[in-house]
């Protein structure tokens, strides 16, 4: 069996040994990234939920952020899951005064959109493509309000005070969800991730 894409966790905050637990899983091996260094040879990268603006804080102490944001503009493939969502935005509503993404994705996301008062919450999800829906747990989570034409909208939520509202992307090799998988033990997005890898690699 050929091993699996080699991919890279952003482990500057948030909860980063649950994606690491579903990429294994599907058979990806992984790699924690801190530094520039660990950039290298890495096939795709995940940047996990936490908060956004720290994260963004971080990768700029770390002098992380303009090398990754190359390697993203150069193709690298990325999943980003909520917080991951918002850095990989393009533009963002309700930002902080300072605050930057990577961006990549052509749509604009609301943070905390589900409400400040909303801490958590969970809801099937139906992809148009996958015969059984995926149990979603958001928490303090961004949907997206608009995307550019290239970007395909996976799913959307449904019922609720949020009907309709778009909470899974993908644009070529990024792919983003408003939504926590991994920590479901549902491993389709990841393994959709991992084949997009393989697909570019
Ligand atoms: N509200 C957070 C932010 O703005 C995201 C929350 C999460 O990743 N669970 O970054």
């Known amino acids: 069996m050929s091993p699996g894409p080699r991919i890279g966790v952003l482990a500057l905050q948030g909860d980063v040994r649950e994606h690491v637990r579903a990429l294994e899983a599907v058979g990806a091996t992984t790699v924690p990234v801190k530094r520039e260094a660990e950039l290298h040879g890495i096939q795709g990268i995940v940047v996990p939920g936490g908060e956004s603006t720290v994260i963004d804080k971080l990768l700029r102490a770390f002098e992380l952020f303009e090398p990754l944001r190359d390697r993203l503009r150069g193709g690298l493939p990325a999943y980003g899951s909520c917080a991951g969502m918002i850095l990989?935005?393009?533009?963002?509503?309700?930002?902080?005064?300072?605050?930057?993404?990577?961006?990549?994705?052509?749509?604009?996301?609301?943070?905390?959109?589900?409400?400040?008062?909303?801490?958590?919450?969970?809801?099937?999800?139906?992809?148009?493509?996958?015969?059984?829906?995926?149990?979603?747990?958001?928490?303090?989570?961004?949907?997206?309000?608009?995307?550019?034409?290239?970007?395909?909208?996976?799913?959307?939520?449904?019922?609720?005070?949020?009907?309709g509202r778009i909470v899974a992307v993908r644009q070529g090799g990024l792919l983003a969800t408003s939504f926590h998988p991994e920590v479901t033990g549902d491993v389709r997005v990841h393994a959709q991730f991992v084949e997009m890898v393989r697909e570019r690699s």
Do not use: K
């Open 88 to 163: 990989l935005a393009d533009r963002v509503t309700d930002a902080t005064a300072d605050q930057q993404t990577l961006g990549g994705i052509d749509m604009t996301v609301r943070r905390n959109a589900f409400g400040r008062q909303v801490d958590s919450f969970e809801q099937d999800v139906r992809y148009a493509a996958w015969p059984a829906p995926v149990r979603a747990v958001f928490i303090r989570a961004p949907w997206v309000e608009q995307v550019g034409e290239s970007v395909e909208v996976l799913a959307r939520v449904e019922g609720g005070r949020a009907d």
